[in-house]
Structure formats: C-alpha cells, structure tokens
C-alpha cells in the first residue's frame, strides 16, 4: 500500500510539472533561448549535468565543467523597502555599490564561452546602476541569454526603449497586487501605477522596434494581503500586454512565527506547511543534494562568489574574483568543501534551511 501510494504521489508531482512547464512556456522565448546553444555550450552543460548526476549517485561532490547560469548583481541599492528582503530592510551587513563596467566585462570574457544563461539581479534595482544596459548589452553581443528582474518604477520611455534596443532576452516584473492599497502592503514605498506605466512602455517600444524580445511578464509574489488578487493580475497582464503571469512563492524568513502574516492561505501558493503536531515547516524537504551548486552561482557586485541566491547578505564566500579567476574559483578548495557538506549535511547549512528547490507552484 505504502508504495503503492508512493509511486501515485511522484507520478502527481510529474504531472504538476509538466503542467507549469506547459503552462509558462513560450515558443518565441524557447526558440530565442535555444538560439543561445553553440557546441561548446551543450558540451559544457551536459557535462556539468553529468557530473551532478553521478555525485548524486556516489555521495561524492563530482564537478565537471562550468556554471550554465550565473547571476551578477548590478547594485544593492534599492528604492523600496519590502519587509522580507535586506536590502528593502537596510539589514545588510555587507556594503552597497554598483557594479563596474571594467570587472563586468573582464569577467564575461573569461567565461562566455561556456555560459548560456546570465541574471542581472541578486539584491538591489538593476535600474539604480546607470550603466546597466550597456553591460546587458554587452553580454547580449557575446550570444548570452540575459534576463533581469526589476520593480519597473524606473522603466520610463527611455528606459523602455534602451532596453530593447540592449537586446535583454527576458525581463520580469514585479507586481504584488492590483490596487495601490494591496500593492503597497508588501512593496513597501512603491507606486503601482508606476509600475504599470513601466509595462506599458515596454510593450509600447516591442512593437515599435518590431522585437520579440525582451520576453515580458509579470511576476506576482503571493503572499496573504494579495491571494485573493490572483485571477485579478491575470486580467491586468492581459490588458497590459505583457506575454505571462508567473505567480511566485514567497520566503518568510521566520516562518514559525510569520510576524507581518505573509504566509497565504492558499496552500499551493505557499513554500510551507503543518506538520502533524501544527508546526510550520518548508515544503520542499532538505535532500541532501543540490543542482544549483553544480549549474549556477551568484557574483555580488564587488565580486565575491556565493553558492547561491539565498545568501543574500554573502556570508558563505566562496571565492573572490578580484583576487582569482572565475575558473579557478569554481573549482577551488572552498567550493569543493561546500559541495561536500552539502551532500553530507544540507540541513545544517543556515541558507538551506529556507529553500525552495523543488518546489513548484502549477495553475489548476
């Protein structure tokens, strides 16, 4: 019975998969993404998938290859005040600035090659940075797929323009609510109506430049003030034009507690539940094993390297690109060391106690 039950719950997660999967993909995006892939590329990427499987399969960190998706974050500046990021917070302990040209590139250089996919956000408003699309532009000349997340408050007709003219492959926008009083109850200091004129100029200069890119959608951060505005956001991102709604689920940092009620309702929505004794846990369970430390990792805008974007304040350094290469970094002994840890005591690691890897958020 047991199993029986067990084979019918991963077969339902499969299909929840699948679902999502058909439900956020996009053939214009798909094709634009796969028009990224070079030789060298796939060679690279099934090499690092290869490498995770058989570690996953021995217990052992194997790495081969190099990340397929870094993130590079532009500034950790920001100009709202959300109550559960550090930046919004001015909780970080490490310093703010904005990412230079000069590193940027040097670093592109040296391992475009291998890279397909590049996030221009960790912390911060991209847009803060003035000289972020031209290094979106730049990554777009070496054949990368770009993509950035922004609160759109800074997307005016210029902005717009430039950047589909930097040929950004993807760009989301952040939008908690339909009505400036929901909007405001998570993105704290923000205008809606900025955000929506940010939107419109975006879509307004695609076709104006007849581009397919970027790919545009909202991004809508459920959490208890906005759940019931699910189906209200679908009806707006229609009306705007943008080309998805994507909902997300959102990290309260103290989940036992929730002390700003974030958590929805709505179950499928939320990165948590009740265990049997009511205790609030993370749905996604703590395997040890990771895929984003084996295809992916984050640069901070000064340069050091975090496994990923849940260390948000870069407590968990793992090498220092204004001191070493990005190749020698990658395989470094402070990254080797963290891969194995990982796989012998993930739930020990303080960023991995509010992950969200595996979790997956579908549409009935």
């Not at 930097?166 to 609510?177: F, K």
């Not at 304040?313 to 990254?335: C, I, V």
Request: hydrophobic content about 35%.
């Amino acid at each position: 019975m047991f199993n029986k039950k067990l084979l019918k719950n991963k077969a339902s997660g499969r299909k929840r998969i699948f679902t999502t999967l058909m439900a956020y993909f996009n053939w214009n995006d798909s094709i634009n993404f796969l028009s990224k892939m070079t030789p060298r590329r796939c060679w690279n990427a099934f090499r690092v998938y290869g490498s995770y499987q058989l570690s996953k399969l021995t217990g052992k960190p194997i790495q081969w290859g190099y990340p397929i998706s870094i993130s590079f974050e532009p500034t950790t500046s920001c100009n709202l005040r959300c109550p559960e990021c550090p930046s919004g917070l001015r909780e970080f302990t490490r310093p703010t600035g904005m990412l230079k040209q000069d590193f940027f590139r040097e670093t592109i250089d040296d391992i475009y090659k291998d890279l397909l996919y590049l996030i221009f956000y960790f912390q911060g408003e991209p847009y803060l940075n003035p000289d972020f699309l031209d290094m979106v532009e730049y990554a777009h000349k070496k054949g990368i797929y770009t993509a950035t997340s922004t609160n759109a408050h800074y997307l005016t007709d210029e902005k717009a323009k430039k950047t589909v003219e930097s040929g950004l492959d993807r760009l989301i926008i952040s939008i908690d609510g339909t009505t400036q009083d929901v909007y405001e109850q998570y993105r704290v200091g923000g205008r809606l109506e900025k955000v929506l004129e940010g939107a419109r100029n975006i879509v307004k200069w695609k076709k104006a430049l007849n581009s397919k890119t970027p790919f545009v959608f909202f991004q809508f951060l459920v959490v208890k003030p906005n759940e019931h505005q699910i189906d209200a956001v679908k009806k707006l991102g229609a009306e705007i034009g943008v080309d998805q709604v994507r909902f997300k689920t959102a990290q309260v940092y103290d989940y036992e507690n929730d002390p700003n009620r974030l958590i929805p309702d709505n179950n499928k929505y939320s990165r948590y539940k009740r265990d049997a004794s009511g205790k609030m846990k993370v749905k996604s369970g703590l395997n040890n094993h990771c895929w984003k430390l084996w295809h992916a990792n984050v640069i901070t805008w000064d340069g050091l390297v975090v496994p990923c974007c849940f260390d948000k304040d870069a407590m968990h350094q793992l090498g220092n690109l204004k001191t070493q290469s990005f190749r020698e970094t990658w395989h470094n002994p402070n990254y080797q060391q963290f891969r194995k840890e990982l796989m012998t005591s993930r739930k020990n690691i303080d960023i991995c106690a509010n992950c969200s890897e595996g979790l997956t958020v579908w549409e009935d």
